[in-house]
């Protein structure tokens, strides 16, 4: 065997036919290669790739419409190319709106594919769009509060910062369905103010629903609710006490507030309706000055402001002056029986009253009333104190109290001597006189001067006569 195969011919044939294998293989991996590369090449279609719209002027317009929002794409490659673009994101397309204005047009779609892969057909190739111009206008900020805050407390008006208005970006068609631009802040529980509390704003239709094409700026604000107790303003009656020393009188009094508030459950502030324990005691007025008085919790009241009220005050030498022909009112006649004022005989009093010159100038009749008590009286004649109500900072300008004589009968009694009825109650007004009785004071009797209480005619001039005088207490 070892000879056959050191033969030059076995040689040359066995190397011939490594030749024509050689040949024959080469041969074969020629022709069959472009076949199979043939086969790992395919095609195929990828649906509802979305339409992306690129290089829009967001700040003046709105896209109101573009259609289709989705195409379909068929595109080539190989096998591995596919695999590595498995998803629809991989595939883009967009429509160039940075020339696009106003209104409806036609544009065409651009397609960017994966590495590897091209693009056979895209349908449609172009897509419709409407863009609408936008409107920019200002709204005042509203916060609404939900919750119930602690006992006794109320929620306060809500302050927006910096300035409580905002800008609200459009589309023009959907502008005139704002109807509220703000947020809800939560006040359960609360019993201080509600601070710094940043609140993201939204825009809400009538029914709202809200605007998601809204841009409001700012979009956050910051937000302080106020959370009080309920508070009430109440009017001041400043009270009097005591009485000024001899020969002065009060020309000017001015207090530093008219009105206090007070802060406390609402059940407490619905019984109070005014502040009346303020009280200056006059006794304590030597000269002019100012007093300081503080202001008194009332009851249930958890507090009050202001804390103290203050009253300037002048004080000048006390002068007199006389009022003539003074009505007389008749109060608690009983049932059944007539009064008569017989003394004075037309029912009138003289009185003389002491005050600031100032203070004087302005009282006259209408501002004094005298009133006389019959309550428990019986048929007879009667002496009756008379009580006399002046303005503030005017005083009798006497200590004798004055008095009238009253006549008083039943109802069997006869008529009076110049057959008149005898008075019920209230004298009546005598038509001659030129008193008048807008302070509810009426009039009565002739129109004789009455008598003081010394016998002599009184003065019928109100001219003021300056001196000393007592000023008991009102």
């Known amino acids: 065997m070892d000879k056959w195969l050191s033969h030059p011919t076995a040689i040359k044939i066995i190397s011939l036919l490594i030749g024509i294998l050689m040949w024959a293989v080469v041969h074969f991996d020629s022709e069959k290669s472009p076949n199979t590369v043939a086969t790992l090449t395919e095609t195929q279609d990828i649906d509802a790739v979305q339409v992306k719209p690129i290089g829009m002027d967001d700040k003046n317009y709105a896209m ?3 259609d289709p929002g989705e195409v379909h794409l068929t595109v080539r490659g190989s096998r591995s190319d596919f695999l590595i673009a498995s998803r629809n994101n991989d595939y883009q397309v967009t429509v160039d709106l940075s020339q696009a204005g106003e209104g409806r047009m036609v544009l065409p779609l651009k397609v960017n594919l994966p590495r590897g892969l091209e693009l056979i057909e895209v349908r449609p190739s172009n897509v419709t769009v409407v863009l609408e111009r936008l409107l920019t206008k200002e709204y005042e900020v509203k916060i609404n509060t939900e919750g119930t805050p602690g006992k006794g407390y109320k929620v306060g008006q809500p302050i927006v910062k910096p300035n409580g208005r905002v800008h609200v970006t459009l589309p023009e068609d959907e502008m005139g369905d704002v109807a509220f631009i703000g947020g809800t802040v939560s006040v359960d529980g609360e019993e201080e103010t509600v601070t710094d509390k940043k609140l993201k704003l939204v825009a809400l239709d009538k029914d709202g629903n809200e605007l998601t094409d809204a ?7 910051e937000v302080e609710i106020p959370i009080t107790k309920p508070f009430k303003k109440l009017p001041l009656q400043i009270g009097f006490t005591g009485k000024l020393p001899n020969g002065l009188a009060i020309s000017e009094f001015k207090q530093s507030v008219d009105g206090i508030t007070i802060y406390g459950p609402q059940d407490v502030l619905d019984q109070i309706d005014f502040y009346d324990e303020l009280v200056v005691d006059l006794s304590q007025l030597k000269q002019s000055g100012t007093i300081e ?5 009332p009851k249930g009241v958890a507090n009050v402001d202001p804390e103290k009220v203050s ?28 009064a008569k004022i017989t003394l004075p005989e037309d029912g009138q009093v003289n009185a003389t009253i002491s005050g600031a010159t100032n203070v004087l100038a302005d009282v006259n009749v209408k501002d004094v009333q005298l009133v006389a008590d019959l309550s428990g009286l019986g048929p007879g004649s009667h002496v009756i104190p008379l009580e006399i109500h002046l303005p503030r900072f005017v005083f009798p300008a006497s200590n004798a109290p004055l008095s009238i004589t009253v006549e008083i009968t039943d109802g069997t009694s006869a008529s009076n001597p110049d057959g008149s009825t005898p008075t019920t109650g209230q004298p009546a007004a005598d038509p001659n006189s030129d008193t008048n009785t807008d302070a509810g004071v009426p009039s009565n009797g002739a129109s004789d001067p009455a008598e003081s ?22």
Do not use: C, M, W
């Open 64 to 66: 109101r419409l573009l």
């Open 215 to 221: 841009i409001i700026s700012p979009n956050v604000v």
């Open 293 to 297: 008085l503080d202001v008194k919790l």
């Open 311 to 338: 009253f300037d005050y002048t004080i000048v030498p006390a002068v007199t002056k006389q009022l003539s022909k003074v009505p007389v009112t008749l109060i608690g006649l009983s049932e059944g029986l007539h």
């Open 453 to 474: 209480d010394d016998g002599q005619q009184a003065n019928s001039s109100n001219g003021i006569t300056n001196g000393s005088s007592d000023t008991p207490e009102d």
